[in-house]
């Protein structure tokens, strides 16, 4: 099975940066795709950005343009999510996910950010 474990949440006061970072570990999958998403309290989970493994594009949530950006290391099997200028409504528990079988098939736990 994969395994994917976010880290790098914490709090940090508006205008701020945090990033964050996603191992995988397991067994091989073949994810072309991997995610960011949050969850706020009394919120539905959101998709905030994704890289794509191919050709590296990347999408953003209009929320999020020009203040993240996400990344990855083939190699080291890591992704990244470098937070800039944070605000309050940012707050929430962010995930990374793996596409695989057309499907999001693998989340981590998720890692706390709150901006306060």
């Known amino acids: 099975d994969v395994q994917l474990v976010e880290s790098g949440g914490g709090s940090v006061q508006p205008g701020g940066s945090l990033r964050l970072s996603c191992g995988a570990s397991g067994h091989t999958y073949s994810s072309n795709c991997m995610g960011w998403f949050r969850q706020a309290p009394g919120k539905e989970r959101e998709g905030v950005a994704f890289?794509?493994?191919?050709?590296?594009?990347?999408y953003y949530a209009d929320s999020v343009k020009g203040r993240f950006t996400i990344s990855r290391d083939d190699a080291k099997i890591m992704g990244y999510l470098q937070m800039n200028s944070l605000k309050s409504e940012d707050t929430a528990l962010y995930y990374c996910?793996?596409?695989?079988?057309?499907?999001?098939?693998?989340w981590g736990q998720g890692t706390q950010v709150t901006v306060s």
């Open positions: 890289v794509y493994f191919g050709g590296g594009s990347t």
């Open positions: 996910a793996a596409y695989d079988d057309a499907r999001w098939a693998y």
